[in-house]
């Protein structure tokens, strides 16, 4: 009888397979189905070593990142008590998994394999073990936005009698931003440091109301007078004043 080298090949493949398989195995539909597989159409082994390889894929690992941003405050015409700090957080939600794990399916050529627990019975007894493969950790970031509010002021002195001169009374105070003071006496007021630390000065000006024939404007309609938050401002004419900063004058 004449065979051809595909048959020849087929049969050695079956063999082969089947020779792998252990004395205590039980020769049942489903093992024969795995060493069946040795077809040109089946990849038994194959097969059996992606359905026993168990993916792993860990929590997902969070990342916090925060930005600060600084803004300016003002103070209403009367004083109220102003919260020196105050942080506001915008928070993304972030969503973490627990970790998950994936196997591949059973073959359709292994249906006698009614469970993943006989096909892997099937898949040990030609040699092919459970594995497992885990995934590099995943992370994601979680960017957390503080902004930190705060209110310049400045430290001044007012003369009653002189153009910011030693002589004569003087009363230190403080300007507050967006403060109105009245200007009953002061014939002068030497402006101090900005504050808090890292203020521009540059950012901010003074703001006077009044004149030689406009008494008694307390920092109400358009400002007559500009002066820069430093050195000496003469308020001879100035019946209130209040000092003025830019958004970012303390960022």
């Known amino acids: ?35 069946a ?11 059996c070593s992606a359905f026993m390889v168990t993916t792993v894929t860990p929590t997902t690992q969070t990342i916090t990142v925060t930005t600060v941003a600084s803004t300016v405050d003002t103070l209403p015409t009367t004083f109220l008590p102003v919260r ?5 957080q915008n928070i993304r939600r972030i969503v973490t998994t627990t970790a998950a794990s994936t196997a591949g399916g059973i073959p359709a050529y292994a249906s ?18 459970m594995s497992t493969i885990t995934l590099p950790t995943p992370s994601t970031t979680l960017t957390v936005s503080t902004t930190t509010t705060r209110i310049p002021n400045l430290q ?9 001169a030693a002589a004569g009374t003087s009363v230190m105070f403080t300007m507050s931003n967006g403060e109105c003071i009245s200007n009953p006496v002061f014939y002068s007021v030497n402006i101090g440091s900005l504050m808090p630390a890292g203020c521009d000065a ?10 030689a024939n406009d008494a ?3 920092c109400t309609g358009a400002a007559v007078h500009t002066n820069s938050a430093s050195g000496c401002y ?8 209040k000092l003025v900063c830019q958004p970012d004058a303390c960022s």
């Open 156 to 164: 001044a002195t007012g003369y009653v009698n002189s153009i910011c």
């Open 234 to 241: 003469d308020t001879g004419v100035i019946w209130s004043y």
């Open 216 to 218: 008694n404007q307390l």
């Open 1 to 35: 009888m004449r065979f051809s080298n595909f048959s020849i090949a087929l049969a050695g493949g079956i063999l082969s397979l089947a020779s792998v398989v252990t004395a205590d195995c039980a020769k049942n539909n489903c093992l024969r189905a795995v060493i």
């Open 202 to 211: 540059s950012k901010c000006q003074i703001l006077g109301w009044g004149g």
């Open 84 to 88: 020196r700090r105050d942080i506001n």
């Open 37 to 47: 597989s040795a077809f040109p159409t089946r990849h038994g082994s194959a097969d």
């Open 112 to 129: 006698p394999c009614d469970s993943s627990a006989r096909y892997s019975s099937a898949c040990s007894c030609i040699g092919v073990t």
